[in-house]
């Protein structure tokens, strides 16, 4: 398992060396009662600058437009409750 690193209250994962040729991935997970927004987004690239790893944000209640737009533009994987929900049948 790849040595992790907390940044605040967020934990990334390293990729290391013997997994060179897996994909690590950055995830970020806010349970809050109101739509994740492009800031949140920005804060979160702002934590990984320089780590070559995949990008999920997680957001109980969905993201605004802007956000929508920021992630497309970033290749932020997005999900929602419903949808990380419907991925936890799926395992």
Do not use: C, H
């Amino acid at each position: 398992m790849p040595p992790l690193v907390r940044q605040g209250k967020s934990i990334i994962a390293e990729q290391s060396p013997a997994r060179a040729n897996k994909k690590a991935w950055a995830v970020e997970v806010k349970w809050k009662g109101k739509s994740a927004g492009r800031n949140e987004l920005e804060a979160f690239t702002g934590k990984i600058t320089g780590m070559p790893v995949m990008l999920w944000y997680v957001s109980k209640s969905g993201f605004t437009t802007e956000a929508r737009k920021y992630a497309a533009d970033a290749s932020i994987m997005l999900s929602n409750e419903a949808e990380l929900q419907e991925l936890a049948t799926l395992l």
